[in-house]
T-cell receptor, first 109, second 114 residues
Framework: KQEVTQIPAALSVPEGENLVLNCSFT??????LQWFRQDPGKGLTSLLL?????REQTSGRLNASLDKSSGRSTLYIAASQPGDSATYLC????????FGAGTTVTVRA | EAQVTQNPRYLITVTGKKLTVTCSQN?????MSWYRQDPGLGLRQIYY???????DKGDVPEGYKVSRKEKRNFPLILESPSPNQTSLYFC?????????????FGNGTRLTVT
């Protein structure tokens, strides 16, 4: 059974600092991995989808890398802003989606 | 606007009283799914549907029913709700069930069963 872990559970940084969020998974036979953002009381918004054949994916200030062999993905958010405060979840697809518990990010102005 | 719409947003009910949470998407997506989110347990899949009239169990299907009679709608039915079904529920959809397209989520339904 796929286990997805996100450490740390919470992170607080000053505005402008780069954010590094980690996601690890136990079974490397995956099709793809998605990163989501969840704001309080809201649903999840898909940020990036990385196929298993890709090493990284970029969108604006966001960059996600994938190392299947080591079972890791990292989400980088450059020059963080208070509006980036949210919970970030990764989900691994090995025919079915398994979600991590998320990292709650607070960006202090 | 492309979206997944869930109703209601909040629901308080009593044990044993049947209820339905509706989910509709306007993106012509084939794949739809229901999740529940609980503190400390994260998101867990209840049921999913690869297309019309095709549904299957997720990780925690007990106590729930679904149907997919039309492509756009995927209601979640609790025939006899119990307090352990108190949770935050999300409906989601994607273009295909192969996981090669992003998953779009509704805004959630917070259910309380007393």
């Amino acid at each position: 059974k796929q286990e997805v872990t996100q450490i740390p559970a919470a992170l607080s940084v000053p505005e402008g600092e780069n954010l590094v969020l980690n996601c690890s998974f136990t079974d490397s036979a995956i099709y793809n991995l998605q990163w989501f953002r969840q704001d309080p009381g809201k649903g999840l918004t898909s940020l990036l989808l990385i196929q298993s054949s890709q090493r990284e994916q970029t969108s604006g200030r966001l960059n996600a890398s994938l190392d299947k062999s080591s079972g890791r993905s990292t989400l980088y958010i450059a020059a963080s802003q208070p509006g980036d405060s949210a919970t970030y979840l990764c989900a691994v697809n090995d025919y079915k989606l398994s979600f991590g518990a998320g990292t709650t990010v607070t960006v202090r102005a | 606007e492309a979206q997944v719409t869930q109703n209601p947003r909040y629901l308080i009910t009593v044990t044993g009283k049947k209820l339905t949470v509706t989910c509709s998407q306007n993106m012509n997506h084939e794949y739809m799914s229901w999740y529940r989110q609980d503190p400390g347990l994260g998101l867990r899949q209840i049921y999913y549907s690869m297309n019309v009239e095709v549904t299957d169990k997720g990780d925690v299907p007990e106590g729930y029913k679904v149907s997919r009679k039309e492509k756009r709608n995927f209601p979640l039915i609790l025939e006899s709700p119990s307090p352990n079904q108190t949770s935050l529920y999300f409906c989601a959809s994607s273009l295909s069930g192969l996981g090669d397209s992003p998953l779009h989520f509704g805004n959630g339904t917070r259910l309380t069963v007393t």
